[in-house]
């Protein structure tokens, strides 16, 4: 018989408590942040929603800031997991290209009321631009934002020096420059989705294709 691990370790079952009421406390303020936005529902109604107490909210959370960040760094966290190639699709940049065509075209479909694309979560519930208006009114929120998209270009940037190497990214430009601009793209593409701008993402997607072929 295989012994428990000590409590407070990782993989125990109090570890596993704290990280599923963490986890719900987030679902929670994700789903009331997109019905009524971020400044309007209270900690209490995020707390009933997820079917915990303020004290429960305080033991994962500094304040309400703090669940904001965490609400960001989910929503965004997902969606850029999924766009970016990742094992052994993660030698091919053009996957990565496509996978973002097919978010963004998710992304507009939910904007007209259509059925979303399956497969990838959008950055979510929450709008962009709210996510925006998080990181102006706080610096530790925007803080974490920046770092998030700092690692999402890291990532992107080895991405693109392994097709570099391969002969199948032009090799003119520095990796993480490639890697800075792609990711920057990206949310400048969601970011006009967002406010109506008509947008096809496909031919976005030959665009910045032929913009990373070799000459």
């Not at 065509?101 to 950055?123: D, K, N, Q, S, Y």
């Amino acid at each position: 018989m295989t012994p428990s691990p000590p409590v407070g370790t990782p993989g125990s079952p109090r570890d596993r408590a704290k990280a599923e009421t963490r986890q719900a406390l987030i679902d929670a303020a994700l789903a009331e942040f997109a019905a009524r936005g971020l400044d309007a529902p209270s900690l209490d109604a995020i707390c009933a929603r997820a079917g915990y107490t303020r004290g429960a909210f305080y033991v994962h959370f500094r304040d309400r800031e703090d669940l904001v960040a965490a609400v960001m760094e989910r929503a965004l966290g997902a969606f850029l997991d999924a766009i970016i190639a990742t094992g052994e699709a993660a030698h091919d940049l053009e996957r990565t290209v496509r996978r973002f065509e097919e978010a963004v075209g998710g992304i507009a479909h939910r904007r007209t009321g259509a059925r979303a694309l399956p497969g990838l979560p959008l950055p979510g519930a929450v709008p962009f631009h709210r996510i925006l208006e998080a990181c102006e009114r706080s610096v530790p929120i925007r803080e974490r934002f920046v770092g998030l998209l700092r690692e999402a270009g890291e990532r992107v940037a080895k991405t693109a020096a392994i097709g570099q190497g391969a002969g199948t990214v032009r090799g003119d430009v520095p990796a993480e420059a490639l890697g800075v601009l792609l990711v920057t793209l990206a949310l400048g593409f969601v970011a006009s989705v967002e406010v109506g701008l008509p947008f096809d993402a496909a031919s976005a997607r030959g665009a910045v294709l032929a913009l990373l072929a070799p000459a």
